[in-house]
C-alpha cells in the first residue's frame, strides 16, 4: 500500500516541539524569571482557582496572616463580597488586625464594599504606625462619601511629613467634598514639590469648581477670591481605578478574559441632589460656603496618579 505523502510545508514533530521549547526559554528570558513563573500560576490558577468555601476559610484563619490576606482579597474582588457576613469580616480586620498587610486588605474591602459611616473607622487608619495601612486608608476614603471625614482628609494632605504615595491619594479624595478648606488645602498642595502631588490636587480643583488653571497656586487663589460662586458647576466625583498591561499568559486565557474595574461615584455621593457639606451653609447653590450640585462630564478621564491599588 502506498504510504501517504507527508505535507513537506509543515514541521516535523520534533521540530515544532524545539520550536515551542525555544518560545518558552524567549519569554524566560524575555519576561525574567520571577515574572514568568508568576504568569504560570496565574495560568494555571485560572483551570482551578480557590472556591469561594475555601476563601472564605482562608478570610477567617487568624492564625496564618498569608492565607488570610489571601483569602480577604478573593473575597472582596468577588462579586458576592460585599455579602453582611464579609463586610463585617472586613470591619474587624480594617480595624483589628495586628498584621499590617491583613489589615490593609480589610481597609480595601471595606473601602470597596462598606458603608459611608466606615469611613470614619477608616479615617482613624490614617495614624496607623505603618505606612501601607495609611495608603490603603487614603485610597478607601476615595470610594465612601462621609463629610464627617474631610477634615482629618485634608489636615493629613498638608502634612509635609506624610508619604507622598500617601498624600497624592488624600488630595484625590478631597475632590469630592466642595468646602473652602477643602480648596485651600489642594492650593496649598499646589505649592509642594511633588510634580504627581501637584497634578492631583489641580486636577480635584478642576472637579470641585470645573475650572482649569493647572498647577499655578496663584491664579486658583485669584480667581477664588473673585467669586462667590467657586462650586456653582462642580462635577461629579468618580474614584479612580487601577489598570495594568495584561500579561502574556493572561492573553492565553481566553476564556477568562481581563475586565478592570470602572471608575464610579462613592458610596454615599448622591449625584442627583444637592449636598450640604458644613453646618450653617449660605442658601445659595454654588457659594463657596453652601451646597453645591455636581454635575458629570461624559468626555472626562480619569487616572489615578497615585501608587494605585
Known amino acids: 500500500m502506498p504510504s501517504r505523502p507527508r505535507d513537506q510545508s509543515r514541521p516535523p514533530f520534533a521540530a515544532r516541539t ?44 487568624f492564625n496564618d496572616p498569608g492565607l488570610q490576606r489571601k483569602g ?3 473575597l472582596s474582588n468577588a462579586t458576592f463580597g460585599g455579602d453582611r457576613t464579609y463586610v463585617d469580616l472586613y470591619r474587624v480586620l480594617a480595624t483589628e488586625s495586628p498584621d499590617p498587610l491583613v489589615r490593609s486588605s480589610g481597609i480595601r474591602a471595606l473601602g470597596r464594599w462598606g458603608e459611608p459611616e466606615d469611613a470614619i473607622q477608616i479615617a482613624d487608619q490614617l495614624e496607623n504606625d505603618y505606612r501601607q495601612v495609611r495608603l490603603e486608608a487614603a485610597i478607601a476614603l476615595q470610594r465612601l462619601h462621609e463629610p464627617a471625614v ?9 502634612d509635609e511629613n506624610e508619604d507622598e504615595a500617601i498624600r497624592i491619594e488624600l488630595a484625590i479624595a478631597l475632590g469630592q467634598y466642595p468646602t473652602d478648606a477643602a480648596f485651600q488645602a489642594l492650593a496649598l ?16 480643583l478642576r472637579v470641585l469648581t470645573g475650572r482649569d488653571f493647572g498647577v499655578d497656586a496663584p491664579a486658583w487663589l485669584s480667581w477664588y477670591d473673585s467669586t462667590d460662586a467657586a462650586f456653582a458647576d462642580v462635577e461629579t466625583f468618580l ?4 489598570e495594568r ?9 481566553f476564556w477568562a478574559p481581563v475586565d ?23 442658601e445659595d447653590a454654588g457659594s463657596k460656603d453652601g451646597a453645591a450640585k455636581t454635575k458629570a462630564d461624559p468626555d472626562r478621564t480619569y487616572e489615578n496618579v497615585g501608587e494605585g491599588p
Open 18 to 61: 524545539r520550536l515551542a521549547s525555544a518560545v518558552l526559554l524567549l519569554a524566560t528570558g524575555v519576561l525574567g524569571c520571577d515574572a514568568f513563573n508568576e504568569d504560570v500560576n496565574d495560568f494555571t490558577e485560572k483551570f482551578s482557582p480557590p472556591s469561594p468555601f475555601q476563601a472564605a476559610v482562608w478570610a477567617s484563619d
Open 72 to 74: 480577604v482579597i478573593l
Open 150 to 158: 474631610e477634615d482629618r482628609i485634608w489636615r493629613r494632605l498638608i
Open 189 to 204: 498642595a499646589l505649592e509642594d514639590r511633588s510634580l504627581a502631588l501637584n497634578l492631583a490636587a489641580a486636577d480635584s
Open 239 to 242: 474614584y479612580p481605578t487601577f
Open 245 to 253: 498591561p495584561i500579561s502574556f499568559f493572561e492573553k492565553l486565557a
Open 260 to 282: 478592570f474595574e470602572k471608575p464610579g461615584v462613592p458610596r454615599g455621593l448622591d449625584e442627583s441632589s444637592d449636598a450640604t457639606y458644613e453646618e450653617g451653609a449660605a
